[in-house]
């Protein structure tokens, strides 16, 4: 819903300044229940055609953004300015589609585009489909997919006829049963099941540097181990934002496939005190740090994959004033870079210590360990400045001493709840959560987050009783 991402979208051009890094940021914080701010920020197309230039939305904010102050506003000066323009110009209707910017915001239009306007769906009737009831919840379509989505199998005929007949109360109680019994299922826990399929783009598997089982020609890393942390962490009570700073490793087993935690694996090499679950695991340091000495893809990849914000998207920036410094000398000053980087750099510094690949091996610094000075004894002279790197860094604009600090920092954030129920939600609604369904999906992630104190388990019994999930 989100079209059209631009790149460097933040740069300077003239001394006049353009789509501000912070504005995705102050906009969420203003309206914080808008469904483009679920999950994720406006892009820069939202108050832009293409930066600089603004679209029939941003044309009206920019009179009201702290009128009279001097050009170019700094970053600061714009997040405290921009929420004041957003109010004041929330009755007018920028693009002329005859409804009001703020339900545009509210309902998930876009205000600059007329041809988005709200719909209301308000084409459900009593009868319309005989099989179900298609405008609310309806059990016996929710307990068909709920076995489906967790077990792999469609209830039998007998199964169903079963359900059909049972009373509200006790179709409710069904369905919780056999989501416990389905999340004990070969087809939900087991290699390559439902679980295995939510970490892929977590762990980024090679097979061809796979280690251990399954082994591929170039044997770098088992990253099974990552698979088995990140199931355990999602099953039963266990508190799904170990899969970031669990101090431990699961061993699996299989048929039946158990997890177990185990204090140390010989395909792991990271000391107990610099473990942050999968984050440092041998293969994410292997494949995500490998030769660099400033790991921005190890951070890049970490942020996206646990945290739901992908930088290359402009997504979850979070400028920090002076940065970035460009310790290695890579260019990222420049205009185009600087936006991006503002935030990235400060978030890779906590990395500087955990060693990648190196070749020849290097017996100060093996692989996929943490080497204190890693960058003093592997890259002295990559740049005049690149030993000052230091390993504070920062995570949502927060100072994080190192990178067990920063994997806290982030498993406690919304951004870890909406970002695990997300998944949950791609995996068993069929999409990402709609305007229409943000809600459901609102209260689902913050009760996973406070009552259900991150139990994945507890939380799909909110996800199978939502109407995103039970209508159909
Ligand atoms: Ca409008
Ligand atoms: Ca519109």
Redesign the pocket.
């Known amino acids: 819903m989100l079209r059209g991402l631009i790149l460097g979208a933040a740069v300077f051009l003239s001394g006049v300044a353009l789509a501000k890094p912070p504005a995705g940021g102050a906009f969420c914080s203003t309206y914080p229940s808008a469904p483009v701010c679920t999950g994720q920020q406006p892009s820069c197309t939202y108050c832009h055609v293409a930066p600089p230039q603004r679209n029939a939305f941003g044309a009206r904010l920019e009179p009201h953004l702290a009128p009279g102050a001097a050009r170019p506003l700094s970053d600061g000066d714009f997040a405290s300015a921009l929420p004041w323009a957003l109010e004041a110009v929330e009755a007018e209707d920028a693009?002329g589609?005859g409804?009001p910017n703020l339900v545009?915001i509210q309902r998930g239009?876009?205000?600059?585009?007329?041809?988005?306007?709200p719909v209301d769906t308000g084409h459900c009737q009593a009868g319309e489909n005989p099989q179900y009831d298609v405008c609310r919840y309806d059990a016996r379509f929710a307990y068909k997919r709920l076995l489906l989505d967790l077990c792999g199998v469609s209830p039998t005929y007998a199964q169903f006829k079963e359900f059909s007949a049972l009373s509200a109360d006790e179709q409710r109680a069904r369905m919780d049963a056999e989501l416990e019994r389905c999340t004990t299922s070969e087809f939900w826990r087991g290699k390559n099941g439902q679980l295995w399929k939510l970490a892929h783009p977590k762990i980024r598997p090679v097979g061809s540097l796979k280690a251990g089982e399954d082994p591929g020609t170039i044997a770098l890393a088992d990253y099974y181990d990552d698979y088995a942390l990140y199931a355990y962490a999602q099953l039963d009570d266990h508190d799904a934002r170990e899969v970031m700073t669990a101090k431990y490793y699961v061993r699996r087993e299989s048929n039946p496939t158990r997890y177990s935690v185990v204090p140390t694996l010989p395909t792991q090499s990271m000391d107990e005190l610099h473990r942050a679950g999968n984050i440092t695991s041998r293969w994410s340091l292997l494949y995500f740090v490998m030769f660099s000495a400033l790991p921005r893809n190890a951070a890049s990849q970490a942020y996206r994959a646990y945290l739901g914000l992908d930088i290359a998207k402009q997504e979850g920036l979070f400028s920090v004033p002076g940065e970035p410094r460009d310790y290695d000398a890579k260019g990222v000053t420049a205009p185009a870079c600087a936006a991006c980087h503002a935030t990235l750099d400060p978030l890779s510094y906590p990395f500087r210590n955990y060693e990648g690949l190196s070749f020849p091996i290097n017996p100060d610094a093996p692989w996929g360990t943490y080497v204190p000075n890693r960058i003093e004894k592997r890259f002295p002279n990559d740049s005049p400045i690149i030993t000052q790197m230091p390993e504070v860094g920062y995570l949502f604009g927060q100072p994080v001493r190192d990178l067990v600090e920063w994997a806290e920092v982030g498993a406690n954030s919304d951004a870890f709840a909406i970002a695990a129920v997300t998944d949950y939600w791609k995996l068993l609604v069929g999409h990402a959560p709609t305007a229409e369904e943000n809600a459901e999906f609102v209260a689902t992630w913050k009760r996973f987050k406070g009552t259900h104190q991150y139990r994945v388990q507890r939380m799909l019994h909110d996800l199978i009783r939502t109407e995103a999930y039970g209508a159909p």
Request: aromatic share 8%.
């Open positions: 693009d589609d409804v545009e239009t876009f205000p600059a585009e007329p041809n988005s306007i």
